[in-house]
């Protein structure tokens, strides 16, 4: 079977960027908390934080961050390393859905109704990928065999910057960073996107990756400050409010 999985020295890379995002995060949001009289915005922020440290991380590795848009407003970065023709992403778990990866999920864990174009677009990499190759993490099976390929209509501009993507890069990743009720980030994984389903592989379990140099320390006052920051989010979906427009209010704003 092919290999599928990244160098070692890279997934320790992105671990230690994620750790070194959500530390200097945490950090923030400490700050605001005491400065001001209400932050809950920077809740918001993890990602910015943590797509930074990644890429200031994997650089060395000749990994370049290009910084992209999902809808209108919403900013991420997209990690390219053109030799390996690879291309990756990083996602917060709680967000990502494996069984529906275009669609992923809102901030009370419900699969959202809408697609979200960017990821759709992303996954094309995959086309070329004979899944029935790829090595899982023991314990999951590959159902390619048992899905369709349906056809999916796309406008003229996103085919041809498909086209675009799928010769530069040959794999696209998606790393997810699961934080638990302790606030502590307890699992990373690497996935490998299937559009011929819509499903999500897990290619490789970067927690092994995980040191004593990633130890983070959260108080109780600052664990408070998370756990409402949460809680704001279940009420407060970046996507309900249009940071990351679906496919149907795109089109209305054109």
Sequence with gaps: MKDYSLARE?????VDGIFDGYREYLEVRREKAK?????????????NHIDHHVAVACEPFGVESKLAKAGLTWQYLQFKNDDEEILFIVKNARYFNPDQ?????????????KKMSYMEELMQIN???????????????????????????L??????EIAKIKSKYKRFYIVTYKIDEN?????????????ANNKAYPVEDLTKYINATHAISIDEELKNVLVN???SEVNLD???FGIALDDDAKKKEN
Excluded: C, M
């Design 10 to 14: 890279l997934n320790q890379k992105i």
């Design 35 to 47: 400065k001001l009289k209400v932050s809950g915005a920077y809740a918001w922020v993890k990602g």
């Design 101 to 113: 990866v275009d669609l992923g999920k809102d901030a009370t864990g419900r699969t959202r109704n």
């Design 127 to 153: 086309s070329e990928i004979d899944f029935n190759e790829v090595p899982l993490e023991h314990g999951f099976t590959n159902q390619l065999q048992l899905e369709l390929l349906e056809d999916v209509y």
């Design 155 to 160: 406008n003229e501009d996103v085919n041809k």
């Design 183 to 195: 606030q502590q980030i307890e699992k990373i994984s690497l996935w490998l996107p299937n559009p």
């Design 229 to 231: 920051d949460n809680s």
């Design 238 to 240: 970046a996507h309900v």
